[in-house]
Protein backbone atom coordinates (compact mmCIF):
# COMPACT_ATOMS: atom_id res chain seq x y z
CA UNK A 1 0.00 0.00 0.00
CA UNK A 2 1.52 3.15 -0.89
CA UNK A 3 2.27 5.94 1.27
CA UNK A 4 0.14 9.43 1.16
CA UNK A 5 2.64 11.97 0.62
CA UNK A 6 2.97 14.35 3.53
CA UNK A 7 4.04 17.99 2.99
CA UNK A 8 6.61 19.24 6.40
CA UNK A 9 6.60 23.15 6.07
CA UNK A 10 9.84 24.66 5.97
CA UNK A 11 11.02 26.76 9.27
CA UNK A 12 12.35 29.75 8.37
CA UNK A 13 16.29 30.09 9.44
CA UNK A 14 15.52 33.37 11.42
CA UNK A 15 13.05 31.26 13.76
CA UNK A 16 15.58 28.70 14.34
CA UNK A 17 18.64 30.82 14.71
CA UNK A 18 15.83 32.93 17.48
CA UNK A 19 15.15 29.76 19.32
CA UNK A 20 19.01 28.93 19.40
CA UNK A 21 19.78 32.14 21.04
CA UNK A 22 17.13 31.95 23.68
CA UNK A 23 17.62 28.85 24.61
CA UNK A 24 21.72 29.90 24.88
CA UNK A 25 20.43 32.49 26.72
CA UNK A 26 18.34 30.80 29.27
CA UNK A 27 21.35 28.23 29.58
CA UNK A 28 24.25 30.95 30.77
CA UNK A 29 22.78 31.94 33.88
CA UNK A 30 22.26 28.58 35.44
CA UNK A 31 25.30 27.02 33.78
CA UNK A 32 27.38 30.13 35.37
CA UNK A 33 25.99 29.37 38.61
CA UNK A 34 26.60 25.71 38.62
CA UNK A 35 30.11 25.89 37.75
CA UNK A 36 31.35 29.00 37.84
CA UNK A 37 30.57 30.47 41.01
CA UNK A 38 31.50 27.85 43.24
CA UNK A 39 34.89 28.00 41.92
CA UNK A 40 34.87 32.06 43.07
CA UNK A 41 33.25 31.33 46.20
CA UNK A 42 36.49 28.60 46.57
CA UNK A 43 38.81 31.21 45.94
CA UNK A 44 37.41 33.93 47.97
CA UNK A 45 37.98 31.24 51.05
CA UNK A 46 34.02 29.68 51.36
CA UNK A 47 34.29 26.58 52.90
CA UNK A 48 33.62 23.46 51.31
CA UNK A 49 30.80 22.64 53.83
CA UNK A 50 28.70 26.12 52.68
CA UNK A 51 29.42 25.65 49.22
CA UNK A 52 27.76 22.00 49.32
CA UNK A 53 25.10 22.99 51.19
CA UNK A 54 24.39 25.96 48.66
CA UNK A 55 24.45 23.60 45.87
CA UNK A 56 21.92 21.21 47.51
CA UNK A 57 19.64 23.96 48.34
CA UNK A 58 19.79 24.78 45.04
CA UNK A 59 18.94 20.85 43.81
CA UNK A 60 16.20 20.98 46.07
CA UNK A 61 14.53 23.78 44.63
CA UNK A 62 14.78 26.34 47.58
Same mark, same amino acid.
Given at each position: ????N????EI?????? =?L??LYV??????GLF?? @???????? @?GV?? =???? @???L?? @????
Open positions: MPQPVHQPPKGILT =TLAAQGLPSAH @ALPVFWRE @ASL =TWIG @ALKLI @ALGA
